[in-house]
């Protein structure tokens, strides 16, 4: 599966973006799809997962400000980003991987399809 990432771009403290995560297939409920980011000199980190039948999972720090969708019809992947915070600056990936079990994991470490990200810079 090939993934490709777009949106990024600059915005103030409290600013909003979305992001697309474009798939070269529909990968359907059988897997997990989710977003991820990861900021200089830190670990990559899980900020929200689903797959087609519903299942969403949300990082504590976006919950309530992050929103993850998909369309199928177009094989891509979004994420609403709302109310940023500068420390939130990061390269920004989108993953998948084969479902084994209801819950997707928020953990980068479980995903083995990686996007080549998209920066996400948020100014003070």
């Known amino acids: 599966v090939h993934l490709v990432e777009s949106g990024g771009g600059s915005v103030q403290s409290g600013g909003s973006l979305r992001l697309s995560c474009a798939a070269s297939?529909?990968?359907?409920?059988?897997?997990?799809m989710g977003w991820f980011r990861q900021a200089p000199v830190k670990e990559r980190e899980g900020l929200a997962v689903?797959?087609?039948?519903?299942?969403?999972r949300y990082a504590d720090s976006v919950k309530g400000r992050f929103t993850i969708s998909q369309d199928n019809a177009k094989n891509t992947l979004y994420l609403q980003m709302n109310s940023l915070k500068p420390e939130e600056t990061a390269m920004y990936y989108c993953?998948?991987?084969?479902?084994?079990?209801?819950?997707?994991?928020?953990?980068?470490?479980?995903?083995?399809?990686w996007g080549q990200g998209t920066q996400v810079t948020v100014s003070s």
């Open positions: 993953a998948t991987r084969r479902r084994t079990g209801w819950w997707c994991p928020l953990d980068p470490g479980e995903y083995n399809y």
């Open positions: 297939e529909y990968t359907g409920n059988g897997y997990c």
């Open positions: 689903t797959a087609t039948d519903g299942m969403i």
